[in-house]
């Protein structure tokens, strides 16, 4: 029998590859779970918007849960989800997707224990590693784009790059983990072997926020087209 854990979820590269990774080992994703704050509309992690979540929810087949919470009460309100996805779905574990920050870690750890479940780092590795994780991605056959930088350290041209083959060797001529591990960059994985439907995003614009900058998607809508083609179309720079 298959054993049945929940997945921390952001949208991005890192919680896709714990998902494939996941599955392959002989685990059950029974749910995604991602944060979000009251009345916002969008992810904590990310700043993703929450319909965009639901629609990779839907094309993984896989339910999502939000967690509605504040920066005050965050890890209070993940311990009681964890808790209640315990008893509805029957899971074992939590699963997250960070590489190698041991203070990220040491939270999970902290929410699985007092939610009475395990806690499991799928992609665990060294600082030293983040260039063949990402290798990795780019050859998995996943789609993914960049939705927001860290303007101290990335600039807008950055927004918008599918993780191909040159996105891994221009970011290894930058200063920061080729992963973005610290938040220096975020994706949005729109397709791949675990999709059934693709997600087209159409529209693209960049907004500033207060200190990064967002590649937001006017127009998002799952298809039923060959992988492989671009998912994307029409990106427009708000003046």
């Not at 600039?155 to 930058?174: A, N, V």
């Not at 397709?191 to 926020?209: A, H, M, N, T």
Request: proline share 3%; with cysteine; charged share 25%.
């Amino acid at each position: 029998m298959k054993k049945r854990v929940a997945l921390s979820w952001s949208g991005g590269k890192d919680c896709c590859m714990a998902l494939d990774t996941l599955i392959q080992k002989g685990y059950e994703v029974a749910c995604l779970v991602t944060t979000d704050p009251k009345e916002l509309g969008r992810t904590f992690g990310h700043g993703e918007r929450t319909d965009m979540i639901r629609l990779q929810g839907e094309a993984l087949s896989i339910p999502v849960h939000f967690i509605e919470c504040s920066y005050e009460t965050y890890t209070e309100q993940f311990v009681k989800a964890v808790q209640i996805l315990k008893n509805q779905y029957k899971i074992t574990g939590i699963a997250y997707g960070d590489l190698y920050l041991d203070e990220h870690r040491d939270w999970g750890e902290n929410v699985a224990n007092a939610a009475g479940v395990d806690a499991l780092y799928p992609l665990w590795s060294k600082k030293e590693d983040a260039v063949s994780l990402l290798e990795s991605f780019v050859q998995s056959s996943y789609k993914a784009i960049v939705v927001r930088v860290r303007e101290d350290v990335l600039d807008e041209t950055w927004l918008g790059r599918l993780l191909d083959d040159s996105f891994l060797q221009d970011i290894q001529m930058t200063n920061i983990c080729p992963m973005g591990e610290s938040g220096e960059y975020h994706t949005y994985v729109f397709d791949g072997p675990l999709f059934s439907k693709r997600i087209q995003l159409e529209y693209g614009e960049f907004i500033q926020l207060e200190t990064t900058k967002k590649l937001e998607f006017r127009s998002y809508h799952l298809v039923d087209v060959p992988s492989g083609k671009c998912g994307f179309t029409t990106l427009r720079k708000l003046q």
